[in-house]
């Protein structure tokens, strides 16, 4: 399972296989109606299949890891970048092990 914090909105957000489930940092409570399936979901981009991990690039945007590739999401306009997704290699991310 992979976290995903979105310092917007005070909000974790779980993703495990197809679905998400998301967490009120303030109220310490799991928000109702989830979990949640991704594709059914805003989340316009993102692997709907499931994620494998997930990580901030910065304050406002989010790299999600799927396979052998990964897309790089606008938490300003909760979309995918333009271009996405990309493969995972040595171009997109040189010096990493696992980039092949």
Same mark, same amino acid.
């Given at each position: 399972? +992979?976290?995903?914090?979105?310092?917007? *909105?005070? #909000?974790?957000?779980?993703?495990?296989?197809?679905?998400? *489930?998301?967490?009120?940092? =303030?109220?310490? *409570?799991?928000?109702?109606?989830?979990?949640?399936?991704?594709?059914?979901?805003n989340?316009?981009?993102?692997?709907?299949?499931?994620?494998?991990?997930? +990580?901030?690039?910065?304050k406002? *945007?989010?790299?999600?890891?799927?396979?052998?590739?990964?897309? #790089?999401?606008?938490?300003?306009?909760? #979309?995918?970048? $333009?271009?996405?997704p =990309? #493969?995972?290699?040595?171009?997109?991310? $040189?010096?990493?092990?696992?980039?092949?």
């Amino acid at each position: 399972m +992979c976290v995903q914090l979105n310092q917007l *909105t005070g #909000k974790l957000y779980f993703f495990s296989g197809s679905s998400y *489930t998301r967490f009120d940092v =303030k109220k310490q *409570t799991m928000d109702t109606g989830y979990p949640r399936m991704i594709a059914l979901a805003n989340w316009q981009g993102v692997f709907s299949q499931g994620v494998d991990s997930a +990580c901030h690039l910065d304050k406002e *945007t989010v790299v999600f890891f799927a396979g052998s590739e990964f897309v #790089k999401y606008d938490l300003l306009t909760e #979309k995918a970048l $333009p271009g996405y997704p =990309k #493969k995972i290699d040595q171009e997109s991310w $040189p010096g990493l092990s696992f980039a092949k």
